[in-house]
């Protein structure tokens, strides 16, 4: 019995923690999936980064195609437009991804936790461009760099990338706000499982931590969604909220990293 209670807290840990990343991702968007490494590697447990890096892609990945779904059920995403974004983006992921696994692991955490800060700015600093309605034809090779910049940086760190994305397509695109958070999913499914592929070939995925995770985000994304909908005039509030605690996280990140290389 007691040989079983440790295997009992890592599921209930993953399923936890994925239904953390879920929920936070459908309560405040882009950003949220940030928080999956971090989860694996203090909570779930997870020892090596990498490891942890190309769990989280396939469980992103996987979460940002079943919310595509209904995106592309109601004609929010810009497919042709999406489509170009994400083969570029593609090959950055598998350029990025690549260039990750060569990276030391602890040295790698350190990078995430200064990309979580980033992130955190931008989160409270971001405002809604774009033309409302629609494309105005966005210039290919300004697509294409924005593209394959959004595509290495998630593949170097296994992250969806959205709060990359949405800016890049607005700025590339000119579509409304609703239109660029409904396409970047496919480029963030699209790269997520670019990095989860190439980490797989080094046996870098734990398949079942996995499917744990994901499991856990649906059910939390699920949740989200009917908070979100309650919460929707406490909305930037919320955003405030956590990017503070992404920042929390992050500082927190830095501080072992640094303890374990001194």
């Not at 019995?1 to 879920?22: D, H, K, Q, T």
């Not at 060569?102 to 979580?116: P, R, T, W």
């Not at 966005?138 to 940086?153: S, T, Y």
């Amino acid at each position: 019995m007691e040989s079983l209670l440790p295997a009992l807290a890592g599921n209930i840990a993953a399923l936890l923690s994925g239904g953390l990343v879920g929920f936070s991702l459908a309560l405040v968007g882009g950003g949220g999936s940030i928080l999956a490494v971090p989860l694996l590697v203090y909570v779930v447990g997870v020892r090596s980064p990498h490891l942890a890096i190309g769990t989280s892609a396939l469980a992103v990945a996987v979460n940002a195609f079943a919310n595509l779904v209904p995106h592309g059920r109601a004609g929010n995403v810009r497919w042709r437009p999406g489509a170009v974004f994400a083969a570029a983006g593609v090959v950055g992921a598998l350029l990025g991804s690549s260039l990750g696994k060569m990276v030391d692991g602890q040295k790698l955490l350190g990078l995430f936790a200064v990309l979580m800060l980033a992130v955190a700015v931008l989160m409270v600093r971001r405002r809604p461009v774009g033309v409302p309605g629609g494309d105005r034809g966005a210039p290919l090779l300004r697509l294409l760099g924005i593209a394959l910049g959004a595509g290495l940086l998630a593949g170097f760190f296994g992250i969806g990338g959205g709060f990359l994305i949405v800016p890049g397509l607005l700025l590339a695109t000119g579509m409304n706000m609703l239109n660029a958070i409904a396409t970047s999913l496919f480029s963030v499914g699209s790269f997520g499982l670019t990095t989860a592929f190439n980490y797989a070939l080094s046996g870098l995925v734990d398949w079942g931590l996995a499917l744990k995770f994901i499991g856990g985000g649906l059910v939390g994304g699920w949740l989200g969604a009917m908070v979100a909908g309650h919460l929707s005039r406490r909305r930037e509030a919320l955003t405030y909220l956590f990017s503070g605690a992404i920042a929390a996280v992050a500082l927190f990140m830095l501080y072992r990293t640094l303890g374990a290389a001194l």
